[in-house]
């Protein structure tokens, strides 16, 4: 198997409970085909099928109890130093273990603000439960939140190389889309063009093929979610995409828009919108870095477009990107209910986010960028090109 | 968006809400990307990415409350006779709907027993207590374990085509084995071979690649979720494989034991013990109805096998097969702990469930099959095609 990075991510787990002050991180699991906990691939690299218990002290080695047809593979990882296998049930072993440990706190993986962090199922903390009721172990659970959103958050050397090869690979697939796009085409055919270059490219979707790349032809499509139809691109009018791809197991996410037409015929409206996003997204690019919180950076590009005169876009300014086009921890958001506690979350060294808003234009529908930087320790970096005019076909 | 067979399963929800006496069947979900209720690739085929909820009233139609940029991808599956778009926050457009449905009880996705019906996160289930905390709907949560297995195990039509033509194509691929299978191959170097045939048939791994197919050559491996090795196949020596494929989103799961000699150079402990494993799943298949329970059809297998003089296999008979391998509900499967309540389910016309187990030689390793069955009004129907003696290469 080859898991060089899982054996690097683990290695940060210890100084990670040492910096939050958790004794024990406890990732407990079952049938990982069905649902894993987004944990899993960033620690582990393969799945186990009856429950099992992954045990991470503050002070010692980690340690894997599972189901004895799962020890062999868990084993060969070299990921644990030691493995427990169980046949019939998994509850004395883990509580003797657990015993043996002794923390007085047992971090595991829900989390009412970070989806990354949120991987135990109720059922399974509902049977945890009952297999502590008789210890004191019960009362000590906690979330694990801020382990999960450093150790995911802060990426490795590796990560951060794939997710450059994944940046580099859709920029040169954009470059490519210069040559194939032309008036008349409908969203479903360009989106099928998208799909035959990723294929070239060896690389996969950052997130469902239906809807990646997003395509939006002309003013009357709202951007978001929904996929590409038979709308056509028209001499005039804009086509915007929001397309990643995943190289090995990491995403890259890049908004692009498009104009029909010289640069000359491109509309004044269409062109301050343009400048508006593309100015308001370096602006958060340029005060970004290490120590600030999510909606502090979110309110530079919100405060830039509303001081030009436009509607505050209806999202984030940026998310995190890895393994997942939306990779969880914290988020450069405004503080609204459905973001939960993450906009108050902490920018660190080795983040990688988007940057990405629209403003919407009387006549020609909404103009939406996104860019992807890296956080280094005086700022950051950005880890695409960031689009500096409209791209006139 | 191709989603025929979702709607066709919505269409099940009714009737099943009715017959389990559930007024309301809330699927509570976020970020589906990340990590997605099992339940969800059913009944929707999508990904949300906001807080969502869908909701399934016994009396009334599918309703769902999702993110605004999510809001024209839900309408456009027309799954759901209305979409409430939010913006801000869900709590409010959600505690109005529940108090126009007014049910009694509200069930979601949690279980102790069945992972397929687990896909709540416990994050996911604070914040659903969070909003509801000022009204009566918080002591109204129960689990939707049955309403969950029930759709998930009871198979239309398409679905059941949809595993026939898997097993067909494994089946076809076991067959294509016979004529490159020969002493001197490495287990590796024979999973590679059947994942080129996999290629060729354009097929997908019911289970991860790694272990697809498990390939065990010689008497020196225990069977189960390690992946192949460098171990040869020797003269007199078996070949063992456990195989599955997914076929537009359904599984396949069988295993199948190879002979490197003559049939009449079969050692006797082998051939009798391949006797005993074939002859106890065919006396399983013979003995299973609708409404038996799973550990009735276990203990049938096992005590044939113990009869034998054979130690009873470490896990259950039988598990069910469906958009996953291991597809959750009821288990053909031992009261053992780590089973959980699933061995008390009750088997169900429509189920499609795998029969199998293994004996130990006293020189020859271990011998398994496994066969897939589909449940009748009478009894069941053999999917696969069983073997009936050792392929002798």
């Not at 297999?131 to 906690?142: E, G, P």
């Amino acid at each position: 198997m080859e898991n060089d990075l899982q054996l690097e991510k683990v290695k940060q787990v210890g100084g990670i409970l040492k910096e939050v002050d958790a004794d024990l991180w406890l990732v407990w699991i079952r049938e990982t085909s069905q649902m894993a906990d987004p944990v899993l691939d960033l620690i582990y690299g393969g799945e186990f099928v009856w429950q099992s218990a992954l045990l991470f002290p503050m002070n010692g080695k980690p340690l894997a109890i599972v189901g004895n047809f799962d020890a062999d593979a868990t084993e060969a990882t070299g990921l644990f130093s030691r493995v427990v296998p169980y046949t019939k049930s998994i509850k004395e072993v883990l509580i003797k273990e657990l015993n043996q440990l002794g923390p007085s706190k047992i971090a595991i993986n829900f989390s009412k603000n970070d989806v990354a962090a949120d991987g135990l199922s109720h059922g399974m903390y509902l049977i945890l439960q009952e297999y502590l009721a008789d210890s004191d172990f019960k009362n000590r659970l906690v979330s694990s939140e801020n382990i999960v959103s450093k150790l995911r958050g802060r990426k490795i050397p590796t990560e951060i190389e794939r997710i450059k090869k994944a940046v580099q690979i859709t920029e040169s697939i954009f470059e490519e889309a210069q040559t194939f796009l032309k008036v008349g085409m409908t969203e479903i055919e360009i989106q099928s063009k998208f799909h035959e270059a990723m294929n070239r490219h060896g690389v996969g979707f950052a997130w469902d093929k239906d809807h990646n790349p997003a395509v939006d032809a002309g003013p009357y499509k709202q951007f978001g979610h929904s996929g590409p139809t038979s709308n056509m691109t028209k001499e005039g009018h804009l086509l915007h995409f929001d397309f990643g791809v995943r190289y090995q197991d990491y995403c890259s996410d890049i908004q692009r828009m498009f104009f029909f037409g010289k640069p000359e015929d491109v509309p004044e409206q269409v062109q301050h919108a343009f400048e508006t996003v593309r100015d308001a997204i370096q602006a958060a690019a340029d005060w970004i870095r290490p120590g600030a919180l999510g909606y502090e950076v979110d309110a530079i590009a919100r405060e830039f477009v509303k001081d030009r005169g436009y509607e505050e876009y209806q999202h984030a300014l940026g998310h995190q990107v890895g393994r997942q086009a939306h990779d969880g921890g914290a988020l450069l958001g405004p503080r609204w209910e459905r973001y939960g506690a993450t906009p108050m979350g902490v920018v660190e060294v080795g983040n990688v986010f988007t940057l990405e808003l629209y403003v919407t234009t009387e006549n020609y529908g909404q103009i939406s960028l996104e860019e992807d930087i890296l956080i280094t320790r005086k700022g950051c970096e950005l880890i695409s090109r960031p689009q500096k005019e409209l791209i006139c076909i």
